[in-house]
């Protein structure tokens, strides 16, 4: 067993299924009598979890590692790990790069962590690496976190058999394998008598998920809105070749427990780019199924994930990307410029492109979205939402909650509220966030919406999506 009150710190990039997997490091560390701290400087255990799907998240780690040296000098007993994808990817080789670091694991490790944290405490304990697939065993994992609050995500499927061609993911999370219906069942009805209202199931493509007993995506989707006092469910992300005609009604169904939300990434306009990614689908294709869901779903959100100047994309196909924003009307986009990563297909392709075309293009496309997002919020001016409130702000006196499209509202309102389907009539639409009053409640302040809620604005519409 560990020494009683140690002190772990853990820094978490990347997407949402990483910072899953952070609450379940601090939840298994807690039973090995860590507590958490909120600064490296308070630790004895350091923690990176990283994400590694695009470029940037490795250079922090590398640098975050760096800024731990003078730490470990003042105090020997400091035990410094790297997780999650990066650790996945990269394995012995953080070891070689950094002699700060002592010990690495991979994504199907996570369990594992107690025992290596124990070992790497251990007199003449040396580096260690912990990062096989579990290939072969079943994935029986049940949600650990620490305060679920309103709002929280639940896995049901990890890693993906797609081998899109510029995705590390394969190589990092592994193949593809979903929870038992029964398990995230009876997972989900535990966080609710812990008080969650609203999950969002979690995976790569959960659009193919498929439990030991036959059950699909859908399947799953409609028994967690019948058989359970959930008040919302969302899921992501969505993958437009295994999204169908029965999950759309199922959707609209289930309204409104099942939001009206789908984010769905298209990746590329241009079907001669989508072969050459590997995504399944042709640009039609695509277009097709957005009408089939709209046609199903009339009121249906959509978002979407685009890569700009993927291998040998001329700019005729990057305006052919251009235009499926402007026609299809996503109120959200997460773009990003290609960025060739380990081990994947293509990665080797000769046909790199520029990092200077590459920053143009993505600044072209965040200005032509600019213009269809600025026109489509309009809308939103003056309607009532009905909100799940999920945080109260101390500071400002707001409180933060979701409508159904997954906008973010911001009103002023009692804490008392957390918790609580309030309606919010919106006063400021912007594309990423939006701003509101409380109409059924006594204690509303008109206009009472300080000017730190701009500056939330910028922070939020700055952040990027998670897969
Ligand atoms: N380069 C740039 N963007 C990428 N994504 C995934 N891999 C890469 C890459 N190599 C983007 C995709 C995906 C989102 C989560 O990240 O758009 O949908
Ligand atoms: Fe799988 Fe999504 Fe990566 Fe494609 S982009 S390989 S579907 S995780």
Redesign the pocket.
């Known amino acids: 067993m560990q020494d009683t009150n140690k002190r772990v710190y853990i820094s978490t990039y990347g997407c949402q299924m990483n910072v899953n997997d952070t609450e379940r490091m601090f939840s298994l560390l807690e039973m090995a009598n860590y507590s958490p701290v909120a600064t490296p400087e308070q630790a004895d255990l350091i923690i990176i979890n990283a994400c590694s799907i695009r470029e940037k998240p490795v250079h922090k780690v590398y640098s975050e590692v760096g800024t731990f040296r003078l730490l470990k000098e003042r105090n020997p007993q400091l035990r410094i790990g790297v997780g999650g994808c990066v650790g996945q990817q990269e394995k012995e080789n953080l070891l070689k790069w950094s002699p700060l670091i002592d010990f690495v694991f991979g994504t199907d490790s996570i369990d594992l962590l107690p025992s290596l944290v124990e070992k790497a405490y251990e007199d003449n304990a040396g580096k260690i690496v912990e990062a096989k697939f579990q290939h072969r065993s079943p994935y029986h994992i049940e949600t650990m976190v620490r305060k679920p609050g309103v709002a929280t995500f639940v896995n049901i499927t990890k890693g993906?058999d797609?081998?899109?061609t510029?995705?590390v993911?394969?190589y990092t999370r592994g193949r593809e394998k979903s929870r038992p219906l029964s398990h995230v069942m009876e997972d989900v009805k535990r966080l609710i008598q812990r008080g969650i209202k609203e999950i969002t199931l979690l995976g790569?493509?959960v659009n193919s998920y498929e439990s030991e007993c036959g059950a699909d995506f859908s399947d799953l989707l409609e028994r967690l809105a019948l058989e359970t006092p959930l008040e919302r469910i969302r899921f992501t992300?969505s993958?437009p070749k295994d999204f169908n005609q029965k999950l759309a009604n199922v959707m609209f169904r289930n309204q409104p427990k099942v939001c009206e939300y789908i984010h769905l990434?298209f990746q590329s306009g241009s079907t001669r780019i989508l072969e050459r990614m590997n995504?399944g689908y042709t640009r039609e294709e695509y277009i097709e199924k957005i009408a089939m869901i709209r046609a199903t779903i009339p009121n249906v959100v959509l978002s979407t994930d685009i890569i700009v100047g993927f291998p040998g994309e001329t700019e005729e196909e990057f305006l052919e990307t251009i235009s499926m924003v402007q026609t299809i009307g996503f109120e959200t986009i997460f773009a990003f410029k290609y960025s060739p990563r380990p081990f994947t297909k293509a990665a080797k392709f000769t046909d790199q492109i520029d990092e200077v075309v590459k920053d143009e293009r993505l600044a072209r496309l965040f200005k032509a979205y600019d213009v269809v997002a600025q026109e489509m919020v309009k809308r939103y001016d003056g309607q009532i939402l009905d909100i799940l409130v999920e945080d109260y702000d101390e500071k400002r006196g707001n409180l933060h909650g979701r409508s159904s499209q997954n906008k973010n509202v911001y009103f002023i309102g009692d804490k008392s509220l957390v918790g609580q389907t309030v309606q919010v009539k919106i006063t400021k639409a912007f594309p990423a966030t939006f701003r509101g009053e409380l109409v059924t409640h006594d204690f509303v302040t008109a206009g009472a919406v300080t000017t730190g809620l701009m500056a939330q604005e910028m922070e939020i519409s700055g952040l990027e999506n998670s897969?």
């Open positions: 993906c797609n081998f899109c510029f995705c993911v394969p790569q493509n992300t993958h990434p995504r897969l």
